[in-house]
């Protein structure tokens, strides 16, 4: 979660700067971050076994549930991050509008996930984490509103998306999440799906 965190406040400060190869490599440090990756999804797969066959282990269970969860949505934000700083890339080669909250935006979900992960390590209830995102959508927001292009509109929108998937991960509803994201408000059909429990 560090090593994604630091990427996002690398593409915040190329965005800020406008320096399109700066977000290239942001980008190519992401996309090698593979590994790391790989080995969570491992490490949560081989906790789910010990605890499956340790009586010992248990009592264990429902914290396990959580970091599944959690490896889960925060898979679902990294493949959504990555997309973004590509378009990211796009946006600075094509010479779009970067209004300063965009970049603000970018650097907000930065600090959440590393709140998030600092909470998870310490065991707190992730309140801060989730402060933190939502100032990031509230940045992608200002974004929209202060005129994007068609590379910056998909960054925003996606911006909305990671955001709602580290609520989720923190151990929010969809409802919830998409909720405090204020996702509906950018969505252009904002009624409730019936299946969204």
């Known amino acids: 979660m560090d090593l994604f965190a630091k990427e996002l406040t690398a593409t915040a400060k190329a965005l800020a700067a406008r320096d399109a ?19 969570t999804t491992e490490i949560v797969a081989a906790a789910r076994e010990v605890t499956a066959l340790s009586p010992w282990r248990w009592r264990r269970r429902a914290q396990l549930r959580r970091y599944e969860n959690a490896a889960a949505h925060l898979e679902l934000a990294y493949t959504n991050s990555r997309n973004m700083v590509r378009r990211v ?31 998870f390590l310490a065991g707190r209830p992730p309140d801060i984490a989730r402060t933190r995102a939502r100032d990031a959508a509230r940045e992608a927001g200002r ?5 994007l292009g068609f590379s910056g509109t998909i960054v ?23 909720r405090m994201a204020g996702v509906c408000e950018h969505r252009p059909d904002s009624r409730p799906d019936p299946n969204d429990r």
């Open 89 to 119: 890339v796009a946006l600075l080669e094509a010479g779009e509008p970067v209004p300063p909250a965009l970049p603000a935006a970018v650097e907000a979900f930065g600090q959440s996930l590393r709140l998030l992960h600092r909470d």
């Open 156 to 178: 925003a929108s996606q911006l909305f998306i990671v955001v709602g998937e580290l609520l989720r991960a923190s151990g929010m509803t969809k409802i919830e999440a998409d």
């Open 143 to 147: 974004a929209r509103a202060a005129g």
């Open 21 to 39: 190869g700066a977000a290239e490599a942001a980008l190519g440090r992401l996309e090698a971050a593979g590994a790391e990756r790989k080995k």
